[in-house]
Structure formats: C-alpha cells, structure tokens
Nanobody
C-alpha cells in the first residue's frame, strides 16, 4: 500500500485545513487509518484514528472538537478536517494504515504503511 498525504500549508490561527491521504496499490477498506504528527523538535504523536468500518473514531484530547477524521472507502481516501487551528498544531502530519488492536490504536508501532508527511504551519 502506498499512501500519499496532501493538503498541508500555512494558515493563520483560527483557520482551517483539510488533509487528505490517498492510497494506491491496495484498498484501504480493511485497514484502520490514523493520523499522527511530529511537531518541530518533538517526537511523533497520535492525532486521530478511524476504524475500517468508519464507525469508530478517536482523537487526542487537544484536538477533540476541532479535528474530524473521515474516510471514503470508495475513493480509497482518508481525510482530516482541522478547524480552529492553533500554533501548537504546527507539525508534519502523517497518515498511516494498519490493523491495531483497540487498546493500541494510538501506538505508531502498530501501523504498517505510512505516507510521506505533509507540513502544517499555523501562524499566531
């Protein structure tokens, strides 16, 4: 599976961006999909996850109510809608595909395939 993340850019605080993660080489429908991010000078961290059916989603506390993950299995694409962006959301965002157990969905070691990352910069 090859994942291609896109949609990053420079935005002012309070603005919005929508990230996309398009897959090729295989269908995404059987995979749990996640977004992680790596802020400058920090380790990669979990952002959000959506199960293969699309019925269950989870978020890190700091983005709850602002970010929404969704998937369109027919288009083989996963999205991350980011609203009310804050400077602390600045990071390289990565999409990932895997089949993690429920208790480990936020662990990056559980994901097999990764996109190349897209940079999101939020100015104050």
């Amino acid at each position: 599976v090859q994942l291609q993340a896109s949609g990053g850019g420079l935005v002012q605080a309070g603005g919005s961006l929508r990230l996309s993660c398009a897959a090729s080489g295989s269908t995404l429908s059987s995979y749990t999909m996640a977004w992680f991010r790596q802020p400058p000078g920090k380790e990669r961290e979990f952002v959000s996850v959506i199960r293969s059916s699309g019925g269950s989603t989870y978020y890190r506390d700091s983005v709850k109510g602002r970010f929404t993950i969704s998937r369109d299995n027919a288009k083989n694409t996963v999205y991350l809608q980011m609203n009310s962006l804050k400077p602390e959301d600045t990071a390289v965002y990565y999409c990932a595909a895997g089949r993690p157990i429920m208790s480990a969905m936020s662990s990056d070691s559980m994901y097999y395939y990764w996109g190349q990352g897209t940079l999101v910069t939020v100015s104050s």
